[in-house]
Structure formats: C-alpha cells, structure tokens
C-alpha cells in the first residue's frame, strides 16, 4: 500500500498527541510529535536563559540543539541533546513559553526544515498546529481536531494531576485559553483548518471513537 504523509492538526487538548501515536503504531508509520519539537526549544531556550523576544539568539540555539524521538517500552521519548525531556517539556511554563518561542520565524524556518526531511518520503503521522498549511500542504491525508476550551482546559488539568503536578482547573482553562490566543494571532505559520482537512469534533467523542473515523479515511486513501 501507499505509503502516506498524515497531517494532524488542531489546539491544544483536543488529542492529537494520542491519536498520532495510536496511528502510527497501527499503521507501522513513524510519529512525529512536532509540537514537542517546538517544546524543546522553549525548554533550551529557557535554560540558556534566552528571552523569547530574542530572536537572534534563538536563531543560533537552533543551530545547535539536537532533537530526537525515541520509541520507549511504552510510549516515544522527546530527547534533547541526548537528554530524555519528555516530563519536562509538558509543564504549564513550558507549554506557555512554547507559544512565544513557536512565534519566531527563524525557529519555525528551522524546525518546519527538520520536519520535512523527516517525512519527506511518506508513511509519517505528523501532528502540530501548521502540518497540513505550511509543513505539508500537498499531504495525502490532512485531519483538523477540535473541542470546546472548556473540555480541552479539563483534559489537561486530568493529565497534569494524574503525573503529581499542583494544577487549578480555572486556571488550567485560562491557559488553554490563551494558548489558543498566541497561536491563532502570530503572524508566522498560525493555527488555521486546511481548507481540504476533515474536520473532527472530539468534544463529546472518546479516543477510540475518533480513531475509527480517521481509520476510515486513512484506509480509502492507502487503497487509492
């Protein structure tokens, strides 16, 4: 079968990350989680000491990092200089720092280039907020998830107290909130629905519910 290129795109909290991984798993195809691309930038930004307005010194730090995915036991690992981050890289300072350093064009220049050599020759599920409009805009298969704030704020408030982290429920909402604000209004490379995505409410959907109906699809493109 056609090997494809699956775009995945939405806000925070609608699933993206577990759908992504539960489909390339299924389907033999590697995941690339780019939104934890972008996390590991803030995360080496934010331990160099490196403003987010700083957008030269930005520049030069993508440079230099090195950033890997390793399939764990149980689930991918996010690796940063050889240092497995993936706890680190999900806390709520980081994930509000990754809006403004995922705003500077220079770093999104850098990491849509590594995103492209990666999936250039198909069989990828890829999953960010620009996958299906900027990184592969000729992808075979392009998915746009959304829910409600409110849903999305609660889900990673789940998430967050089931690891231990001291976590509110309005204010995780808030955040969620916000998010949404930076990424929708940057000028480069902001949150928007393809044109020829299909569209996914997961509001009121499960994991499993949403994965049937993106098998589905997947499954008349692989056969075309």
Do not use: W
């Not at 934890?36 to 307005?53: C, E, N």
């Not at 909130?177 to 940057?186: E, K, P, V």
Request: with cysteine; net charge neutral; charged share 30%.
């Amino acid at each position: 079968m056609k090997k494809l290129i699956v775009a995945i795109d939405g806000p925070s909290g609608v699933g993206k990350s577990t759908l992504s991984k539960l489909l390339s798993l299924d389907l033999g195809y590697i995941n690339l989680d780019t939104g934890a691309m972008y996390r590991a930038v803030a995360l080496a930004s934010l331990r160099q000491g490196i403003d987010a307005k700083d957008h030269a010194a930005l520049k030069q730090l993508c440079e230099k990092i090195v950033i890997e995915f390793v399939r764990g036991e149980k689930e991918e690992r996010v690796l940063l200089d050889g240092e497995d981050v993936s706890a680190q890289i999900r806390t709520p300072e980081i994930s509000l720092l990754t809006a403004s350093v995922a705003a500077c064009p220079d770093v999104r220049r850098a990491m849509v280039e590594r995103q492209r050599v990666l999936g250039a020759d198909g069989g990828v599920v890829l999953e960010g907020r620009d996958i299906g409009t900027v990184v592969f805009p000729n992808a075979d298969v392009k998915f746009f998830l959304k829910a409600s704030s409110e849903v999305r704020g609660q889900r990673r408030f789940l998430e967050l107290q089931a690891k231990g982290v001291d976590v509110d429920l309005a204010r995780t909402i808030s955040e969620v909130q916000a998010r949404d604000i930076a990424d929708t209004s940057r000028t480069n490379s902001p949150l928007r629905q393809a044109d020829d995505a299909i569209v996914i409410d997961t509001t009121d959907l499960n994991i499993t519910q949403v994965l049937e109906r993106m098998f589905k699809v997947i499954a008349k493109f692989r056969q075309s």
